[in-house]
């Protein structure tokens, strides 16, 4: 549910350009990532840390791209999210004891040290790629291809890398005792 909350923003983005446009989309994607937070802080009472840092670059890259009526600036905003979660991954891993995804996950899944090391480093890896493939698309293809991009190729990108996870964890994880009766 969380992945379609996070994505929220960015369908509804994909629908205004459709309907109207670029400029307008942007406009609209910055009023929804707004609400986004809203939402999120009303029924938590907190926002993560990269929401916040998210919701200021859509309204950086968005505002640039109103002011200067250029939609380079909004293309560049999706690369410049995931850089800046592979920077956090490899801060955690290399600074904190427990790595970001090992703080997140360990409360659901027991997993060896090393083993929370690689799937840090494979989303460091999956974030940094992201980006570039971003980039690859905004720089090489049409608008509407991008913005295609942006919703399905994006989410596409980001649930086949999740189902990869969930096999890699299936062989690390420990096989539950079935109870005896």
């Known amino acids: 549910m969380k992945l379609l909350t996070d994505f929220l923003p960015v369908i509804i983005f994909f629908v205004a350009y459709k309907i109207w446009g670029m400029y307008v989309a942007t406009g609209i994607f910055i009023a929804a990532t707004l609400i986004q937070i809203g939402w999120t802080y009303h029924a938590h009472r907190k926002v993560e840390t990269m929401q916040w840092v998210t919701l200021g670059l859509v309204l950086v890259f968005g505002g640039l791209t109103l002011a200067l009526h250029d939609p380079v600036f909004i ?10 979660f592979a ?21 659901a899944i027991s997993l060896p040290q090393p083993v929370w090391g690689r799937l840090n480093l ?30 399905f190729g994006m989410l596409g990108l980001t649930l086949v890398f999740m189902v990869l996870q969930g096999f890699y964890l299936a062989r690390h994880m420990l096989p539950q005792e079935e109870e005896q009766t």
């Open 122 to 151: 494979a989303w460091i890896t999956f974030f940094v790629s992201a980006g570039f493939a971003n980039l690859y698309v905004a720089y090489n293809f049409s608008e509407s291809a991008w913005v295609d991009f942006k919703l």
């Open 75 to 84: 293309k560049w905003k999706p690369t410049v999210v995931n850089w800046l």
């Open 87 to 107: 920077a956090a991954f490899l801060g955690s891993g290399l600074f904190m004891q427990r790595n970001l995804l090992q703080r997140m996950m360990d409360h």
